[in-house]
């Protein structure tokens, strides 16, 4: 849960940030969008699913099953352990 509010505060400063540069506030922009609703008739923009490739959906299947722990990772105390690691396999070759 605490993960679910750390990201909800991320993206209301994302937001601001990007309506402030627009000029706006975040509850300005808001009301932008009821308004706008109101007028369409519904939402102001499609919404559909997203569309995307085989290699793309796979890396997306994969990095479920990693953050469920379906799938095991193998972590690094630092970049430098990584680098070596990869220069390792690079001199086997």
Do not use: C, H, W
Request: net charge negative; hydrophobic share 40%; aromatic share 8%.
């Amino acid at each position: 849960m605490a993960t679910a509010i750390k990201d909800t505060n991320f993206n209301m400063r994302m937001l601001e940030s990007l309506y402030s540069s627009l000029g706006m506030t975040l509850p300005e922009a808001v009301n932008i969008f009821f308004e706008n609703s109101l007028l369409v008739g519904g939402l102001p923009f499609n919404v559909r699913l997203p569309r995307y490739n085989r290699e793309t959906e796979d890396a997306i299947q994969e990095a479920r099953d990693i953050m469920s722990g379906k799938v095991e990772v193998k972590s690094y105390g630092s970049a430098r352990e990584l680098f070596d690691e990869l220069d390792d396999l690079d001199s086997e070759d």
